[in-house]
């Protein structure tokens, strides 16, 4: 009963995203393994792995996959490597999440890679996701439909061509990336200035006509508030490292205000 229950929370994660689950996420950056088994144990709905910004390299991916266990992770990708997207896939990540994708021609090529043929051009190998042989030809079968495509929109251009972008067949989810929009606009790390909520409005709004899910990155939950009204359903909270120090500093706090006479 309770494994059955534990497999459902992967299996149907790609369903419930584009279902349009609220679903939260934080950021990791870290490659400890028992920073990702804790966070997966948390209650979060899946894990941000962070393979663009963070310390994590490409043989960091299995030991944290196994660590993350039931909770979904998707993968962030260092710029739009393929072989980055194979490698993570095979891996048995639950999805990708490609970052500064400025046109539609970068979210198809992404498409492509992640997805087997007929739709893609992924390459057929034997990895962990085929359970290195065991479930070959099941994982075949699902992994078009159960692999997620996040493509972000982070720049001006990307924010130009959106329309185009969320028309590429297969792509899941349009993930904002708040702060290299306000650099690409000009107003680095203003994330709520008038000019970056403008262009996250935009993009909102391409996604609404087209039926595509919105992610969007906050470093706390108020700073998702705005973004979470207006219709965003997969919502990043933090990372691993904010988190960590947000807490200790709540402890200090709390200790500095007990000991005041
Ligand atoms: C950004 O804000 O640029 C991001 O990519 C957050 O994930
Ligand atoms: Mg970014």
Sequence with gaps: MKKSRKLRRTAGFAQRVRAGDCLIGTIVGCASIEVIETLAGTGLDWLFIDG??????????????QAAGTCPCLIRIPGQDTVWIQRVLDAGAAGIIAPRVDDAGQ???I???AKYP???RRGVGLARAHGFGLRFRPYLDRANTDTLVVIQAESRAAVENIDSIVAVPGVDAIFIGPYDLSASLGCTGEVHSRVVKD??????RACRRAGKVVGYFSGDAAGAKRVLSRGATLPVIGTDSLLLIGAVRA????FKAMRRP
């Design 52 to 65: 663009e910004h963070g310390a994590i390299g490409l043989s960091d991916l299995t030991p944290i996959l």
């Design 107 to 109: 979210a198809a090529a």
């Design 111 to 113: 498409v492509a890679a």
């Design 118 to 120: 007929p739709q893609g």
């Design 199 to 204: 262009a996250v409005d935009r993009i909102m």
């Design 251 to 254: 402890v200090l706090d709390q």
